[in-house]
């Protein structure tokens, strides 16, 4: 067991390699799809399309970007190396993903379906590395709880600066012509800027890290680990905490999904005042900062499914009152956006250290090491469920009457927006709450596995003192 505590300022390089991967997601769930149909001009249908297109590729490209993770030999170490070399292009790929030439519309289908497939490739190999080194890195929960604190307060700033400052960034870059197109550009420039050196700091502050920890600790508890490709896949599916993980996963991405694409809508329609996204902002952080200073609280009481679920639970209460009220009563409506904040900020925050408990579970129970091959899993499952997210907003969209720009819609896409926002979140954290109850019994496992563990090891101890 790698248990031993980590510099300080190693841990608030692996907290700081998450804030890139936290960037793209929140840009993407609340502005892609209205970049494609309000900015570009193409139906939420064809842009549900080619998400699904794009998760389907994804179900091949992620594991196997796993498994290429898993069998890199490099001086800068099988994660390190990735950071390094794919850094610079991710950014690119992500400014080219929210610009559009002036072409035609079969054009810009083509151009948006390259550019996001590529935006999601980019992606992976990434967030497989960034969060395969922290596995690899250390298997201290105390020290990976800190480490997930540092990244949330990462997603704290985030969260009140991306749903709040990009529409009025792009806005102010469309200039007088109004070209919004130019305008997300202008703002996705600085986004990738900042996405791509957030990465290179993640590189070039672990430098010698993973490859002093590859060569110099011994890795004792590890029985058999398999380098082959078809052991490193048979290591994963065995890994049941992993895979359930995963798919109680997509339950959060898929509220964060339909609620980020759907929120300007409803903003803009249903409340007739966009100015509250910066209220909801405000309150998010507020309750995502209190979530942060309960982390390692509630990670000792609860543990980190547990927590989970009752984050959930939280989420589940705070929809209630939102459906009670119709978010007529500006009191409530912040409370409850506190609420909201805590809980779902907080789900992600547990999911990734369940993630990487379950690494540590593989590793005690069947001898695996195969790190970034289970993370390939964990980012599938997350780019999964931000996608279907985006489809069902999609393809919802083409059921009802929606006119692009329009000041009034009919009643029928008011119940739309109002369903994706409070109605359908409410159901999916209910199903996200009973589903890492039942990752809880994984965690139970796990704790009995360690304490056998440090009880071979003083057992090993006391025979050397005899």
């Known amino acids: 067991m790698i248990r031993e505590k980590l510099p300080i300022k190693t841990k608030i390089v692996l907290g ?30 064809t842009a549900a399309i080619i ?27 099988k994660c390190r190396f990735w950071l390094k070399y794919f850094s610079v292009p991710a950014a690119v790929v992500l400014f080219l993903s929210y610009f559009c030439p002036a072409v035609s519309t079969p054009g810009k289908i083509a151009w948006v379906s390259v550019t996001y497939i590529l935006q999601g490739m980019a992606s992976t190999v990434l967030s497989v590395s960034t969060n395969a080194l922290i596995a690899r890195v250390t298997d201290n929960p105390d020290e990976r709880v800190l480490i997930q604190q540092i990244s949330s307060m990462g997603d704290l700033a985030l969260s009140l600066t991306i749903p709040s400052l990009t529409l009025p960034l792009a806005t102010f870059f469309a200039g007088e012509s ?37 060569k ?12 082959s490709i078809p052991g490193l896949i048979r290591e994963t ?32 329609y249903n409340l007739q005042n966009t100015d509250l996204l910066s209220v909801y902002s405000v ?73 990487l408990d379950s690494c540590t579970y593989a590793r005690l129970k069947d001898g695996a090491d195969n790190q ?12 999964l469920g931000q996608a279907l997210g985006g489809v069902v907003a999609g393809w919802m969209l083409e059921l009802v009457p929606y006119v692009a720009n329009a000041k009034t819609q009919q009643q029928s896409v008011l119940d739309l927006f109002f369903a994706e926002n409070i109605i359908l979140p409410m159901i999916l954290a209910f199903c996200l709450s009973i589903g890492f109850l039942f990752v809880s019994r994984y965690e139970k496992k796990l704790r009995v596995l360690i304490k056998k563990k440090e009880e071979r090891e003083q057992d090993t101890v006391s025979c050397q003192k005899i």
């Open 16 to 45: 700081i390699s998450n804030w890139a991967n936290n960037l793209l997601i929140l840009l993407n769930t609340y502005f892609l799809l209205y970049f494609y149909t309000d900015v570009v001009g193409i139906s939420g249908g």
């Open 51 to 77: 998400m699904l297109i794009a998760r389907v590729w994804d179900a091949v490209n992620d594991p196997m970007m796993g498994i290429i993770v898993d069998k890199t030999k490099s001086k800068e170490g």
């Open 178 to 214: 109004q070209n919004m197109i130019r305008g997300f550009a202008g703002v996705v420039a600085i986004y990738s800027v900042i996405y791509g050196g957030l990465r290179l700091i993640s590189w070039k502050g672990t430098e010698g890290y993973e490859s002093v920890e590859e």
């Open 216 to 227: 110099n600790v011994e890795r004792t508890d590890i029985k058999r680990p398999s380098n």
């Open 237 to 268: 599916i065995r890994n049941h905490y992993a895979l359930l993980t995963a798919v109680t996963y997509i339950f959060y991405l898929l509220i964060s999904a339909i609620m980020g694409s759907t929120m300007v809508y409803y903003f803009k």
């Open 283 to 355: 309150m998010v952080m507020l309750g995502t900062l209190i979530g942060i200073l309960t982390m390692k609280p509630m990670h000792k009481f609860w543990g980190n499914a547990r927590s989970c679920a009752f984050c959930g639970g939280a989420c589940v209460v705070g929809c209630i009152l939102r459906w009670i009220t119709m978010d007529q009563n500006f009191v409530i409506f912040s409370i409850v956006m506190l609420i909201l904040g805590f809980g779902s900020s907080m789900i992600g925050a547990y999911s990734i250290q369940c993630i």
């Open 372 to 383: 970034g091959t289970v993370m390939a899993v964990f980012t599938f499952s997350q780019k």
